[in-house]
């Protein structure tokens, strides 16, 4: 079975570009969790989906920073404009809720790097 | 929200047990105790969870303590592959909501 899919793996932009990160989900799972990984920070949760729906986004850090979810398939995140504090592994993970703890399941991760 | 500590490190043999704790003395009734490692250079990974009895997967155990305010993640024998940061995790029992990371054990397996 296919796992969670994010592209790119590597993305290296110059400061002030706009940078899409993409996320594919587990087919059937509901829950869509976007993290962010720095050496500093550790791994921080930046949003969630539950059925497309943005539940808690208090963990994006500013306003250039955006999540969508268009439909239970795919999600994006999107910076603009990227700032080098922005370099981090960004990871996208789903889940199916059932009300009991499901577990998350984590793709390969994209690794930022702003110039 | 309930907080979970955890050694920094932790170093083991080969093919010998690992015991890896977790304290939560200020867990609630409802949280369950999940844990996830994180291999190197990869995305984390859902290791076990349980509520208040002991658990059992092919990856490894879980033993919860009966106040439920420590946990203990067991390997039964470890290889270099289980070499990675071990993170303990309380999410509550709607589980519908992102987990909370702390700085996890690192957990080093000596050949």
């Known amino acids: 079975d296919a796992g969670v899919i994010q592209s790119p793996r590597h993305e290296v932009t110059e400061m002030g570009q706009e940078v899409t990160l993409r996320c594919k989900p587990i087919s059937g799972h509901n829950s869509l969790f976007w993290y962010r990984q720095t050496m500093m920070r550790g791994l921080e949760l930046l949003i969630y989906f539950n059925n497309n729906v943005p539940i808690d986004d208090s963990g994006m850090p500013e306003d250039r920073f955006s999540a969508k979810m268009p439909n239970a398939s795919f999600s994006t995140l999107k910076i603009q404009p990227s700032e080098p504090r922005d370099s981090a592994v960004y990871f996208c993970?789903?889940?199916?809720?059932?009300?009991?703890?499901?577990?998350?399941?984590f793709g390969d991760g994209t690794r930022l790097s702003i110039l | 929200d309930a907080k979970t500590t955890q050694p920094n490190s932790m170093e083991s043999n080969e093919e010998e047990p690992v015991h890896l704790p977790c304290n939560h003395s200020t867990i609630s009734g409802t949280d369950y105790i999940h844990w996830y490692r994180q291999l190197p250079s990869q995305g984390p990974e859902y290791v076990i969870h349980g509520l208040t009895s002991n658990v059992n997967n092919r990856m490894a155990s879980l033993a919860i303590a009966e106040d439920r305010k420590s946990s203990t993640l067991i390997l039964h024998r470890a290889t270099l592959r289980d070499a990675a940061v071990y993170y303990c995790?309380?999410?509550?029992?709607?589980?519908?909501?992102?987990?909370?990371f702390g700085k996890g054990t690192h957990l080093i397996i000596q050949p």
């Open positions: 995790i309380l999410l509550s029992g709607g589980g519908a909501d992102g987990l909370t």
């Open positions: 993970a789903s889940s199916f809720q059932s009300g009991v703890g499901q577990p998350q399941h």
